[in-house]
């Protein structure tokens, strides 16, 4: 291979000049082509939610990209975004979850009931709601584990047996209001201080700090992918990474410190997508869900328990999926028996837009999150366009199908 390669390296440069001139001329960009190529998977949907942003910003004159609008997106945005972390997991480890809508109504109308009803104080019924979305996913993680029943069965019994519950303890109707420090979950923002800047000091602080870490994080593991000789990106294409990251970090930053500052939930996700990044990047378990989604066989021989992994991930997927249930009636200020409709469908679309494979074993936290926000710029861009639901529904559809349909010709043409 390599002596085929030495033999056509004459040729190599385009007729009629030199390969110095080539590489002094078009190299830099050559070289960043050639990246992207073999890094398709990972910045495709990346280039992609650019482009979607630039486009909107263009065709709603400038309203996407208000300090307000971009607030609201993460608002509306915030619980499908914690269900694409934990959906991701699952489908990496090679099953599916279709339970996650409803267990977030019924964790919504379980804290309706303790709350409104009941009077209990809102933080021990935050506490008490994550115990029951754990119960509830560790129940379905053990008969898929340890019983060996498909997800897909399990799953969508827990779709019915969560909506009948729902509908059960609000007995047909909406309940609230809630109280207002759990309101603050769904709609709360940083608290302001510090000399007046005409911005929110807190959110400015909060986004640099977020910056020197990224930029921290993404040096490192270039550095570590070195060390052991791994395959890492062109240094320009590296270099041109940074700077988009660094200009995406400071644009959202400046856009919510504009406004009231950044969300609390805003906060919230900003820990699970570092806590989950780490585990799956570093720790153990993480290697084990990729190990038990890419070849269970393989796994099972190295002794991969792939048992407990799978009951982990589907009780992790439990307690976000209640955490999301909280967001949602805290975002509403009401308990609905109607909340959750098709958030299984739009994590799991988050998901695989975000780079997830349909045979398991690939994906990873942060293309969750760009799989979730690309659905979130699309529906929020059309909703200032005033796009008919309907015409929503059809092009959120091709845009999974267009991702699946990249996931499968990325296989064959690196297969080939």
Same mark, same amino acid.
């Given at each position: 291979?390599?002596?085929?390669?030495?033999?056509?390296?004459?040729?190599?440069?385009?007729?009629?000049?030199?390969?110095?001139?080539?590489? +002094?001329?078009? $190299?830099? /960009?050559?070289?960043? !082509?050639?990246?992207?190529?073999?890094?398709?998977?990972?910045? =495709? %949907? *990346?280039?992609?939610?650019?482009?979607?942003?630039?486009?909107?910003?263009?065709?709603?004159?400038?309203?996407?990209?208000?300090?307000?609008?971009?607030?609201?997106?993460?608002?509306?945005?915030?619980?499908?975004?914690?269900?694409?972390?934990?959906?991701?997991?699952?489908?990496?480890?090679?099953?599916?979850?279709?339970?996650?809508?409803?267990?977030?109504?019924?964790?919504?109308?379980?804290?309706?009931?303790?709350?409104?009803?009941?009077?209990?104080?809102?933080?021990?019924?935050?506490?008490?709601?994550?115990?029951?979305?754990?119960?509830?996913? +560790?129940?379905? $993680?053990? /008969?898929?584990?340890? !019983?060996?029943?498909?997800?897909?069965?399990?799953?969508?019994? =827990? %779709? *019915?047996?969560?909506?009948?519950?729902?509908?059960?303890?609000?007995?047909?109707?909406?309940?609230?209001?809630?109280?207002?420090?759990?309101?603050?979950?769904?709609?709360?923002?940083?608290?302001?201080?510090?000399?007046?800047?005409?911005?929110?000091?807190?959110?400015?602080?909060?986004?640099?700090?977020?910056?020197?870490?990224?930029?921290?994080?993404?040096?490192?593991?270039?550095?570590?992918?070195?060390?052991?000789?791994?395959?890492?990106?062109?240094?320009?294409?590296?270099?041109?990474?940074?700077?988009?990251?660094?200009?995406?970090?400071?644009?959202?930053?400046?856009?919510?410190?504009?406004?009231?500052?950044?969300?609390?939930?805003?906060?919230?996700?900003?820990?699970?997508?570092?806590?989950?990044?780490?585990?799956?990047?570093?720790?153990?378990?993480?290697?084990?869900?990729?190990?038990?989604?890419?070849?269970?066989?393989?796994?099972?021989?190295?002794?991969?328990?792939?048992?407990?992994?799978?009951?982990?991930?589907?009780?992790?997927?439990?307690?976000?999926?209640?955490?999301?249930?909280?967001?949602?009636?805290?975002?509403?200020?009401?308990?609905?028996?109607?909340?959750?409709?098709?958030?299984?469908?739009?994590?799991?679309?988050?998901?695989?837009?975000?780079?997830?494979?349909?045979?398991?074993?690939?994906?990873?936290?942060?293309?969750?999150?760009?799989?979730?926000?690309?659905?979130?710029?699309?529906?929020?861009?059309?909703?200032?366009?005033?796009?008919?639901?309907?015409?929503?529904?059809?092009?959120?559809?091709?845009?999974?199908?267009?991702?699946?349909?990249?996931?499968?010709?990325?296989?064959?043409?690196?297969?080939?």
């Amino acid at each position: 291979m390599s002596t085929d390669v030495t033999d056509k390296v004459p040729a190599a440069a385009p007729p009629g000049g030199s390969g110095g001139s080539s590489s +002094s001329g078009g $190299g830099l /960009l050559q070289l960043v !082509l050639d990246g992207l190529r073999r890094n398709m998977r990972q910045y =495709g %949907m *990346l280039i992609a939610l650019g482009l979607i942003v630039v486009l909107f910003q263009v065709w709603t004159d400038g309203d996407l990209l208000l300090p307000r609008n971009v607030s609201n997106l993460v608002l509306q945005n915030s619980y499908i975004l914690i269900l694409a972390i934990g959906m991701m997991l699952v489908i990496i480890a090679g099953h599916i979850d279709l339970s996650v809508g409803s267990l977030t109504a019924f964790i919504g109308a379980f804290a309706a009931v303790l709350t409104v009803e009941n009077d209990v104080a809102w933080p021990l019924a935050l506490v008490l709601c994550l115990v029951v979305g754990a119960v509830a996913g +560790s129940i379905q $993680g053990f /008969l898929i584990a340890y !019983l060996g029943i498909p997800s897909f069965i399990v799953t969508l019994a =827990g %779709m *019915l047996l969560f909506r009948g519950m729902t509908e059960i303890l609000l007995e047909g109707q909406t309940l609230g209001p809630f109280p207002d420090g759990l309101q603050k979950l769904g709609n709360g923002f940083l608290p302001e201080s510090g000399p007046d800047t005409n911005y929110h000091n807190i959110t400015l602080l909060l986004g640099f700090v977020l910056l020197a870490f990224v930029l921290l994080q993404e040096v490192r593991e270039r550095r570590r992918s070195l060390e052991f000789d791994l395959e890492v990106a062109p240094r320009s294409l590296f270099l041109l990474k940074l700077v988009a990251i660094s200009a995406a970090i400071i644009t959202l930053t400046m856009l919510l410190a504009s406004y009231k500052g950044a969300p609390v939930i805003l906060l919230v996700l900003g820990v699970l997508v570092v806590g989950y990044g780490y585990v799956m990047r570093n720790a153990v378990f993480g290697r084990h869900i990729y190990a038990i989604g890419g070849n269970l066989p393989a796994a099972k021989l190295s002794g991969v328990k792939d048992k407990k992994v799978t009951f982990y991930v589907f009780l992790n997927m439990g307690v976000l999926a209640a955490l999301a249930g909280l967001v949602v009636a805290a975002r509403l200020n009401a308990a609905s028996p109607k909340a959750g409709t098709n958030f299984e469908l739009e994590a799991i679309a988050s998901a695989f837009i975000g780079g997830a494979s349909m045979s398991g074993g690939v994906g990873t936290v942060l293309g969750a999150i760009i799989g979730g926000l690309v659905l979130g710029v699309l529906n929020n861009g059309m909703n200032l366009l005033s796009v008919g639901t309907d015409w929503q529904q059809v092009i959120k559809g091709l845009a999974l199908l267009a991702a699946v349909g990249f996931d499968v010709w990325n296989k064959r043409r690196v297969g080939s």
